[in-house]
């Protein structure tokens, strides 16, 4: 904005003084300030970089009544509403949560355990592709209403090298919470991929493992709890640059991976100690059994690739099974946004009403079964079958309901278009 009024007088853009008011004038583009509010803004600065020498005072503590948290049979039913099956999981995963965010609001409500310091129970979940964890994590953000932040462990590598540090997934949770710190530091991290870290073999090397055990190392700290600088803007930090400062000690880490390869160290475990008469054909497993992941032990995980220091600081372990034919078909239909009601949605938005008969739902569940992608596979399925229709469905006339046959998933054949009667 423009500093000179009616009189076409030089003023102050900070305090409206005149350029006869005061001693001199600084100008800049279409700017000015006069040195009394130089004086005065230098002593603001001045001030601002001596406070850091007092101590600081404690950060207020954010509180919840018990009676406002959600208890871990509300935090499942509302999962429920999202996933299908892995009910196992997801008890776990509301009773960490309960008991993370009770560790946090709740100390000063029993004050004879004032000294018992509770220590934080970060997750890991296991589980083949396609079968919920990351939809899990991002759900159980949206019901508590917390920053929510993806990270990708395949990116990051150790502190120095081309790649991430690890410190970026701290910067993914502050841009999630609008660069809120005390808002950042009561979210939840998830990590990805994590298994893609594993050492690549039990024996040294005389090279740096800075993609894969370098990476457990750097995460050490920050899962267990740390002040950690944060680039503002992500990327790697600098001498020049500032930082955030973001307390790790009340951020959930939920840490998630495939693990393929995992079946076969808890099968030849299983398998090693029941060899023998007394051996019975309950305790062998398969390693293609679908709820094989429900037998890992720490030891398995170590022998797979992570350190133990690593494993140590995950004390919640649970395993996600493989989809059956009738979860699948679950997730067809039942959650808020199951795909079929997707579907549906779109075509409504155009005035038409989407119907899928139970042969090709049936279809649909069949052929992404044999993808071996778990839910992904539902999605691929019906985006093929469904290409061709929602390209020429808008060149038919008149059209009301386009119903979906077995024969339209197996092998593209037209689905049933009927006019609307009233029009006809």
């Known amino acids: 904005m423009s500093n ?10 900070f305090c409206g003084r005149t350029a006869h008011e005061v001693t001199s004038m600084v100008a800049g583009p279409e700017v000015y300030i006069c040195d009394r509010c130089i004086d005065d803004a230098s002593g603001i600065v001045t001030s601002d970089v001596a406070a850091p020498s007092a101590p600081a005072a404690p950060r207020p503590k954010r509180t919840t009544a018990p009676s406002e948290r959600m208890t871990p049979l509300e935090i499942k039913s509302s999962l429920d509403e999202y996933v299908v099956g892995q009910d196992q999981a997801k008890k776990a995963l509301s009773v960490a949560v309960y008991n993370h965010y009770k560790r946090i609001d709740s100390s000063e409500y029993f004050s004879e355990y004032e000294d018992v310091e509770l220590e934080k129970s970060n997750i890991l979940l296991l ?3 396609g079968t919920g964890k990351t939809l899990l994590a991002r759900t159980l ?29 701290l910067a993914n949770l502050l841009h999630a919470a609008d660069f809120n710190v005390e808002r950042a530091e009561r979210g939840i991290i998830y990590i990805d991929e994590v298994d893609k870290v594993a050492r690549k073999s039990d024996n040294a090397s005389i090279t740096r493992d800075v993609s894969g055990e370098g990476v457990q190392q750097a995460l050490l700290k920050i899962l267990e709890g740390t002040v950690a600088g944060v680039p503002p803007k992500g990327g790697r930090k600098h001498p020049e640059q500032s930082l955030i400062n973001i307390d790790t000690s009340n951020i959930l880490f939920i840490c998630g991976g495939a693990f393929d390869g995992l079946s076969d160290v808890i099968a030849s475990r299983i ?3 029941s060899i023998g008469f007394t051996a019975s054909q309950t305790d062998k497993i398969d390693k293609f ?21 690593l494993i140590g600081r995950l004390p919640v372990i649970s395993a996600l099974d493989n989809l059956s034919i009738e979860a699948m078909r679950n997730i067809l239909l039942e959650p808020k946004n199951a795909l079929l009601k997707q579907y549906k949605k779109l075509f409504a938005m155009d005035g038409m009403e989407l119907h899928f008969d139970e042969g090709a739902i049936d279809a649909v569940v069949h052929k992404a079964k044999a993808l071996g992608t778990g839910a992904r596979g539902l999605r691929a ?11 020429d469905v808008h060149s038919k006339n008149n059209i009301a309901r386009c119903i979906i046959t077995r024969e339209t998933v197996e092998s593209n054949a037209e689905p049933i278009f009927e006019p609307n009667k009233a029009t006809a």
């Open 289 to 309: 059994d679908p709820k094989i992941f429900q037998h890992v032990e720490p030891d398995d995980l170590i022998r797979f690739g992570l350190i133990p220091e």
């Open 271 to 273: 398998s090693s100690s």
């Open 381 to 391: 399925v019906l985006e093929d079958a469904m290409l061709e229709i929602m390209f």
């Open 127 to 129: 589980g083949p592709t």
């Open 141 to 169: 953000a949206r019901v508590l209403d917390v920053p929510f932040s993806i990270s990708d462990a395949t990116a990051l590598t150790e502190a120095g090298y081309v790649g991430e540090d690890v410190e970026s997934i």
């Open 4 to 13: 000179l009024r009616d009189d076409d007088v030089i003023r102050c853009s």
